[in-house]
């Protein structure tokens, strides 16, 4: 008893307080940051609009998600990616493929008769299926040949892009049955404003006219998949086998292959979930726009690598989560429309999204600093 | 817990060695990295491992942890003949190496890395395992706390913890997996003197609890202090095996420089 006085008492320093402080901050910034940007668009639309335009409405807010889940579902495959301390440059390509394999599939199959439901899970099913095989084919060479993956999913993206072209002759397909239309559109909640309106769930009310271009479509089907994917992807990340394996291949390759973690087979598996997300970023973006596009993803792909490093996933791998990733996601989708909202020439877009990469990475990095990670490194 | 007296004449079966390795060859082209070197291992024993850089120890360890493949001789566990492919072969029969660094994954905490591969799984619903966290931080605390070794942030990365601890957290991986041999390449190196005098106990502790060490280390006043046997090599052959008793740093030098050798090849 008397033994314990003399313990040395640890009195925290002001130097830990400020080390908490930025700890604390790097953690919470992304979301800080997302809720000044959703305050400042609110405010400066309003202003600039006299009144007018409302940015926090529902039609915007359903707007933002319905673009992002692209860039979000991209992004979920590239976060188990980069935190395995690998990169898929594949994604954008693989997306466009599966986009054009699904409307193929969905096509052909409502050609021949076939209940147009079933046409539309099988084209799903077969674009999945093609997009595992090529992530597949990455992970293989990465893991059994030792292939960077940076290089690996450089080419693999080339020969994607190809067979994507090759199939639908570099044209939009078309021609697909409504059911594709209506999982792209149709959504969960309606919401009809005014007199005789109210919430429907499920069913779309019958209603024309001013009434049909005042309701709203609340969670809409793309949104609603991707958010139970998103879900579940992150629970596989902070909860399971699966995700502690792609943290610890991240932090140290060999220190996981001495501890008996099957690093290859982990490999082959987040290469071939990343194409999966990809793949069904492709088939979403079919149905919405009732067309396969081989160029669906191409444009997305540096988007999404940029929401997972917004998010605060580490390039340097085993750092990071889904959350950050779909927060990430989510500013670069508000910082768009956004700017749009206020007028602002759309060029600048590109500028304000470079600033806000680097700005992240800086903060990552400082927080590495602090944590005392640099010296180890 | 028979006492000695039961059968006092008798005497008790000789058991194997735990470890045996007999006349080991293992050659790189037309280098012969380890020739003809014959080892012994038992229960508790501590044995020291020294030799000049590029003497063959490395080797020597690397063969019996299964990274190389002996080219001619065996080795022998509990007396039976052992052949392992892969490092994981090795760690399943409980043969463990602890390496400077490399050894864990800087980004988890000590928890995650004692678990890192055998990681406790919970049935959420049929096909669906979630981890246990509860009980790998509760295993890891009594472990660690078994070894006397004491980590205030325990929740922390490893990368922020000090070597020593890190090299503590290491052997305590081994020791929850029932680590039956263990290897230490240079445990003390780049470590405070506190924490090599930390590392050192922890190999007093390991013997106690009947785990043998075999300990590689270019500092011989740690090998003194803590090992039951010196084996010295130079050029790939076992040069002197002493009790450390019985010998003195200054002829372990005289070994591993090869002024000395008792095992010279007749002729």
């Known amino acids: 008893m008397t033994d314990a006085a003399a313990e040395p008492v640890t009195v925290p320093s002001s130097r830990d307080a400020g080390r908490r402080l930025i700890l604390a901050v790097s953690r919470v910034w992304a979301w800080v940051f997302l809720a000044g940007l959703i305050a400042f ?30 860039v979000v579902l991209m992004g979920l495959g590239q976060t188990f990616v980069i935190i395995s301390g690998g990169i898929d440059l594949s994604v954008g390509w693989i997306m466009g493929l599966s986009s054009v394999v699904s409307a193929e599939v969905m096509l052909a199959l409502f050609e021949a008769g076939v209940d147009q439901w079933i046409a539309v899970a099988a084209g799903f099913g077969a674009a999945l299926i093609v997009a595992a095989l090529f992530g597949a084919t990455s992970g293989t060479i990465i ?17 994607a892009r190809g067979v994507a072209l090759i199939i639908s002759g570099g044209n939009v397909v078309s021609g697909l049955p409504p059911a594709a239309r209506d999982l792209g559109n149709e959504a969960l909640f309606y919401v009809v404003p005014g007199e005789g309106g109210g919430i429907s769930l499920l069913t779309k009310p019958d209603v024309a006219g001013e009434a049909l271009r005042g309701m709203e479509r609340v969670l809409q089907w793309p949104v609603v998949i991707t958010g139970i994917v998103v879900l579940l992807g992150a629970f596989a990340l902070a909860r399971t086998q699966f995700g502690r394996h792609t943290y610890a291949i991240g932090g140290s390759r060999v220190a996981s292959l001495r501890a008996g973690v099957p690093v290859d087979r982990m490999t082959i598996l987040i290469f071939t979930l990343s194409a999966v997300t990809a793949g069904l970023a492709g088939c979403l973006y079919t149905a919405r726009f009732t067309g396969g596009s ?4 191409e444009p997305l792909l540096l988007n999404s690598i940029a929401a997972v490093i917004i998010g605060g996933v580490s390039m340097f791998g085993g750092r ?3 959350m950050g990733t779909v927060i990430g996601s989510l500013i670069i989708a508000i910082l768009v429309t956004g700017l749009i909202m206020l007028g602002v020439d759309p060029f600048w877009q590109f500028i304000v999204i470079g600033v806000v ?15 005392g990670r640099a010296e180890a490194a | 817990m028979d006492t000695l007296t039961a059968a006092p004449d008798v005497p008790a079966p000789v058991e194997p060695p735990m470890l045996a390795v007999v006349d080991l060859v293992k050659r790189f082209g037309g280098l012969t990295a380890v020739n003809g070197v014959s080892l012994e291992v038992r229960a508790g024993e501590v044995v020291g491992l020294v030799g000049d850089n590029g003497a063959g120890k490395s080797t020597l360890i690397k063969c019996i942890s299964g990274v190389h493949q002996g080219d001619e001789g065996e080795v022998l566990l509990d007396g039976q003949p052992v052949r392992f492919a892969k490092p994981i072969d090795a760690r399943r029969a409980g043969i463990e190496t602890i390496y400077q660094d490399l050894a864990l994954a800087g980004n988890l905490d ?34 660690l706390e078994s070894l006397d070794i004491r980590i205030p942030r325990f929740r922390a990365e490893i990368d922020n913890l000090s070597g020593g601890q890190r090299q503590a957290v290491a052997i305590a991986r081994a020791v929850y997996w029932k680590a039956r041999l263990m290897i230490m390449d240079e445990p003390t190196n780049n470590l405070g003197v506190p924490e090599q005098r930390k590392v050192l106990s922890l190999i007093g502790t390991l013997k106690s609890q009947g785990v043998p060490v075999i300990l590689i280390s270019h500092t011989l006043p740690d090998v003194f202090a803590v090992t039951d046997r010196i084996v010295v090599m130079h050029r790939g052959r076992k040069v002197a095996e002493k009790a450390t008793a019985s010998t003195n740093s200054t002829e372990i030098v005289e070994y591993m420089v090869g002024a000395r050798d008792d095992f010279r090849p007749e002729h």
């Open chain 1, 357 to 371: 990469v680097i700005l992240a990475v800086l903060i990552d990095q400082a927080r590495d600093l602090v944590a």
């Open chain 1, 320 to 322: 990071g989560n889904v």
């Open chain 1, 41 to 70: 668009f609110t405010v400066s639309v309003s202003i600039t609009s006299d009144g007018v335009i409302n940015f926090l409405s529902i039609r915007n807010a359903e707007i933002t998600l319905m673009t992002i889940t692209a």
């Open chain 1, 294 to 297: 081989a160029i669906a993803g």
């Open chain 1, 143 to 159: 893991a059994k040949l030792g292939v960077p993956s940076f290089i690996v999913t450089l080419g693999v993206s080339f020969v």
């Open chain 2, 110 to 143: 000590v928890s995650a890395n004692i678990f890192l591969g055998r990681e406790v799984r919970r049935r959420v619903v049929p096909g669906v395992h979630t981890l246990d966290e509860k009980r790998m931080l509760e295993e890891s605390r009594k472990v």
